[in-house]
């Protein structure tokens, strides 16, 4: 009997790659949206001192361009804050997007792999069949064999 052979095995071995390809997308995602998220919490963080630092100023005569300077500063980092969660939000429904992906590309994988599941199932009991049938072949002609060698010893 011929060896197991599945018919769609390359087009398997290719949707195994595209799904590799797509959890790597994923996973530079994850990894900008890390970065992202460090980056924001660097910001916030700037934002935190900021104010700490003008509370300690607060008692002190400081120069009206200072505050100017510290009120724009601080504008800037709201700003930045911002558009770092805007950022962040994209990211996020972009890795939703390559999630989505990475889900259809799984369930077609799979079910090319529940095919050859299927198929492999079935030649292995081809196989068994086959296999078994030999093996009485073998037991039946020993028997006549041993059958005849003791019809020829007798006579």
Same mark, same amino acid.
């Given at each position: 009997?011929q060896r197991?052979r599945? #018919?769609l095995? !390359?087009i398997?071995?290719? =949707?195994k @790659? %595209?799904?590799e390809?797509i959890? &790597?997308?994923?996973?530079r =995602?994850?990894?900008?949206?890390?970065?992202?998220r460090? @980056?924001?919490?660097e /910001?916030?963080?700037?934002?935190?001192?900021?104010? !700490?630092?003008?509370?300690l100023?607060r008692n002190? @005569?400081?120069?009206?361009l200072a %505050?100017r $300077?510290?009120l !724009?500063?601080?504008?800037?980092l709201k700003k930045?804050?911002?558009? $770092?969660l805007l950022?962040?939000e994209?990211?996020?429904r972009?890795r939703e997007? /390559?999630?989505v @992906?990475l889900?259809?590309a799984?369930k077609?994988t799979?079910?090319?792999?529940?095919?050859r599941? &299927?198929k492999y199932?079935?030649?292995? =009991?081809?196989f068994r069949?086959?296999?078994q049938k030999?093996a009485?072949?073998v037991?039946?002609?020993?028997?006549i064999?041993?059958?005849?060698?003791?019809? #020829?010893?007798e006579?």
């Amino acid at each position: 009997m011929q060896r197991f052979r599945f #018919r769609l095995e !390359s087009i398997l071995d290719i =949707k195994k @790659r %595209v799904e590799e390809e797509i959890k &790597k997308e994923l996973s530079r =995602k994850n990894g900008e949206i890390a970065i992202a998220r460090r @980056r924001h919490g660097e /910001i916030i963080a700037t934002m935190d001192s900021l104010l !700490s630092e003008e509370k300690l100023q607060r008692n002190s @005569r400081i120069s009206l361009l200072a %505050v100017r $300077a510290s009120l !724009s500063y601080h504008i800037y980092l709201k700003k930045d804050a911002g558009d $770092a969660l805007l950022a962040i939000e994209n990211l996020e429904r972009e890795r939703e997007t /390559i999630r989505v @992906r990475l889900t259809m590309a799984r369930k077609e994988t799979r079910v090319l792999e529940i095919l050859r599941e &299927k198929k492999y199932a079935q030649w292995l =009991k081809e196989f068994r069949t086959e296999e078994q049938k030999f093996a009485d072949d073998v037991s039946q002609k020993g028997y006549i064999r041993k059958m005849l060698s003791a019809v #020829r010893t007798e006579a």
